[in-house]
Every structure is written in C-alpha cells, then in structure tokens.
C-alpha cells in the first residue's frame, strides 16, 4: 500500500474490517492511519482510528513497533458528512498523535493524523521554514503526517485555490518553547 496508495474503500464495510485511510511517505518511512470497530459493554459497534508506523530499508517497508493509541468516541454513521469527526465544528482536528523526542536513527520523531471537512482540498505541513503539501485525498477526510524533526509545526487545511481554512493544534505544549 505505501507503494501505490490506499486502495478504495469496500463497497460495504463490515465489523470485522480494519481499512487503511490515509497515508504519508518519505524516503525514509511512512505511517498509514487505518479505522476499524471496536464493540462497546453494551454490544455496539463504534468505529475508531489509529495510526501505524513504517520504515523504510533496502528490503523495503517493515513496520515499526510503537505504541499504539487508537480513538473510539464516535457514533456517526457511514455515509454522514461527519462521520469519524469528534469536532465537526472545526475544519480541521487531531486524532491521533506520537512523538518521541529523541528518535533513534530511522525512526520518527512525530506521527500525527486527523480528519477534515470535505471543502479542504490539500493538506501542508509547515515546520522549520519548509512546507510539504499533499493532495487531501484520504476517505472520511482522514490525513496522516510523519516528519523525523522533533520541532514545532503546523498542519494546515487549505481549499482548492489555496486558502488557508483551519489549522490543527500543535502536537504537544513543549513543542511551544522551542
């Protein structure tokens, strides 16, 4: 999948289905931010999302060990416009996030992914003076994003001709001081 990009999403999704999003790649890794369905005390099915991790070596991806975080609160329905969004007031919004701030050699120092509004057409990660933009083109409006700096930024939703419309809150308070 990191080869090629997420495949289309099943015609009908089912309870027992784990499906892959949103993706970011680089040379030297990438993170895939998947949902699936976890069944509550009460024998309901709610959808979550969580983020993996891989890296990237002559034999190709591997995954990357890490702890993982997955968020389960929500109860919108497949096909809503807002389905997978806790903050469907905002534009943009965070689910899930890692960071390690002293990463060892080949692996990331922040992984973050997320869900936006259907009107932003592209996604820009902003930190130390450069910026990467990627086509918003994960389903239910998911993005992923992975950098090995660990340094402040920005993540970014912008429409069609550019314009900025929300911005995703920075990954951690400490990031702040730097």
Known sequence: ML???IPPLPKELKHS???PIS???SDLGGAV???FFTEDSEGVFCPADVTFQYGRSEDGWHPINTNLFWNANRTDAIGDPNFMRLQPHNVIETSCRYLEDQPKPGRLAIVMSGFH???VAEIWLVQGGRIDKRPASGHFGSWTFRTESFARLRVEAHDAAGVLLGVADEPHPL???Q
């Open 3 to 5: 080869r090629e990009g």
């Open 17 to 19: 289905d784990s499906v």
């Open 23 to 25: 993706y970011w790649k």
């Open 33 to 35: 931010h998947s949902i």
């Open 117 to 119: 509004a259907p009107e």
């Open 175 to 177: 990031l702040l001081l």
